[in-house]
């Protein structure tokens, strides 16, 4: 790959400069790492973990050993990881049906959640009839996030004690922005509002989304009182190695009940045929917090060298992050497919094809998605979408390994420079 000399001093620069937020990087890497090891010791994973059942799945080793870690890791009392969640969608539509009931409140405290949940919640009339929540009585209320930055523990305590509040059994927390203009939320931010949450009610669920969150720090939601925490394996803690999938863990109560989502009442997580996937999901999860590691430095190197281009980016360079989303604020559609064609270009695997935005189920907008992966649309690998409305934000994310990450960002900064050259108003 050839830069030019201008792109090429500031990576250095930017290798230079961000030798610190990498050592701390490495840390948390060293410490969940720590974890995962501990886990696999004392769950005795062995070669017989990765057999393959068949049929109906009875007495298969490797899934109730995984349930086990996936538990730990995420501190946990109960988790099931399995390849046949199709993706994070799915997961979350298992925790939600699991748990809420006809006439039941679903209280979403971080403001509108991710596309793809409104037809599961039915919100706006998107799902109907085809068996969203709402179809089955469930109603919906959304509290906003001060400023788009901290969850409003006023307007959630309000809520939850007014006659209406009563009929809340399930808080919802987006720890991600996912693809909104909004802040992720620290794992102790998570903490203080469950607490708050639990002081006003102690009888609700608290659920978060923890897609694109896990292993960035050394903590998860359940180990600071959340009673479920959900999420995809193609991403984060599928570690770019298993091939599809998806986990829930939490509270026993609440595991339990989704787990009648998942299969049946009655048969919970007693069946389920692995066909050959736990090998990969060990893997997965035993290099997931080197893989984030690397996707996390990715990121910060995107954040420094796109802001010394001009570039609005969210988080900021040397910022802590909870999560391994990079916004890069491009103000024109331009610039958006040209980033996008660019992280297309320093991908593995389909470097030679060009990406278009195009209108995708679950999503309200035509969105633009880079994504050359090994796994079909993982995106712990180098992606980058973003839905075609101002202010233009890419949403960037993954690359599983730094070096390969690093190109795939100069690559995007080499198109973005020559459709649009620098931004010079900041
Ligand atoms: C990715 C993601 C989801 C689920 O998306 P899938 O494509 O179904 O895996 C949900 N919430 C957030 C915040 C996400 O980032």
Redesign the pocket.
């Given at each position: 790959m050839i830069f030019s000399e201008e792109l090429l001093k500031l990576a250095a620069a930017a290798d230079r400069d961000l030798r610190p937020t990498f050592e701390k990087i490495e840390a948390t890497v060293r410490e969940n790492t720590a974890r995962v090891m501990e886990s696999f010791a004392a769950h005795r994973v062995d070669a017989a973990c990765f057999a393959p059942s068949t049929g109906y799945g009875y007495d298969d080793r490797g899934r109730e050993v995984l349930d086990g870690v996936f538990a730990d890791l995420m501190g946990a009392e109960a988790a099931f990881a399995r390849h046949n969640i199709?993706?994070?969608?799915?997961?979350?539509t298992i925790g939600l049906f699991g748990l809420l009931r006809p006439g039941d409140i679903l209280l979403s405290v971080t403001g509108k959640?991710?596309d793809?949940?409104e037809e599961t919640i039915g919100i706006g009339g998107n799902g109907a009839g085809k068996g969203s929540l709402a179809d089955f009585g469930v109603l919906y209320r959304q509290i906003e996030m001060k400023d788009g930055k901290t969850p409003d523990g006023a307007a959630i305590a309000a809520f939850l004690s007014s006659p209406e509040g009563e009929r809340v059994r399930v808080c919802f927390l987006?720890?991600?922005?996912?693809?909104l203009a909004r802040r992720t939320l620290s794992v102790r931010e998570i903490g203080e509002t469950v607490s708050l949450i639990k002081s006003v009610r102690p009888d609700v669920f608290v659920v978060v989304?923890n897609?694109?969150g896990e292993f960035c720090e050394t903590a998860e939601p359940p180990a600071v009182g959340a009673d479920l925490a959900i999420?995809?394996l193609?991403?984060n803690p599928g570690g770019g190695i298993a091939e599809s999938g998806?986990y829930l863990a939490g509270t026993k109560r609440a595991v339990e009940l989704a787990s009648y989502r998942l299969t049946t009442p009655g048969l919970g997580l007693e069946v389920g045929a692995t066909l050959g996937q736990n090998k990969e999901m060990f893997r997965g999860v035993f290099y997931a917090p080197h893989t984030v590691g690397e996707a996390l430095k990715t990121a910060h190197f995107a954040a420094y060298v796109f802001a010394s281009l001009g570039y609005a980016v969210e988080p900021a360079a040397f910022e802590t992050r909870s999560?391994i989303?990079q916004t890069v604020t491009m103000g024109s559609p331009e610039g958006l497919c040209a980033f996008c064609r660019g992280i297309q270009k320093g991908s593995p695997v389909d470097a030679y094809v060009t990406p278009e935005p195009w209108d995708m189920p679950?999503y309200r907008d035509p969105v633009i998605m880079a994504a050359g992966t090994f796994v079909q649309?993982a995106?712990i690998e180098l992606s980058a979408d973003g839905p075609l409305r101002a202010p233009y934000t890419a949403f960037f994310q993954g690359g599983i390994t730094f070096e390969s990450g690093r190109i795939g960002i100069l690559c995007a900064a080499e198109e973005v420079l020559k459709s649009c050259g620098k931004k010079t108003a900041k």
């Open positions: 199709v993706n994070g969608t799915h997961a979350l959640p991710y793809t949940l987006q720890r991600s922005k996912g693809y989304d897609c694109y999420g995809s193609i991403k998806g999560d989303i679950g649309g995106s």
